[in-house]
């Protein structure tokens, strides 16, 4: 199934893009399509712990169970003060 992963602010600038379409199996979750970006765009590792993961707009947790036209949207915490 066909899973499109939108990057927002620096992270489309790691990853040169900002939009990533990734094939999956059938009951893939969000944790898989996660670590299946990093093995696609290794630059993304160290950035990991400052992300926000949504599916189709509303936040999700990795065991969240895709579906295929899933839009997946990753973006880092902002920190303000």
């Given amino acids: 199934m066909k899973i499109e992963v939108r990057l927002l602010a ?3 600038v790691t990853a040169g893009r900002d939009v990533v379409t ?3 199996p ?3 979750t969000l944790g898989a399509a996660v670590e299946r970006l990093l093995a696609e765009l290794p630059a993304m590792n160290e950035h990991t712990p ?4 949504a599916v ?3 936040h999700a947790e990795a065991e969240a ?3 295929p036209g899933d ?3 990753i973006f ?3 920190a303000g003060g």
């Fill in 71 to 73: 839009r997946i949207t």
């Fill in 50 to 53: 400052m992300w926000h993961l």
């Fill in 65 to 67: 169970v895709l579906q």
């Fill in 76 to 78: 880092p915490y902002i």
């Fill in 26 to 28: 059938p009951g893939a």
């Fill in 22 to 24: 990734l094939d999956l």
């Fill in 56 to 58: 189709n707009g509303a």
């Fill in 10 to 12: 620096s992270l489309r």
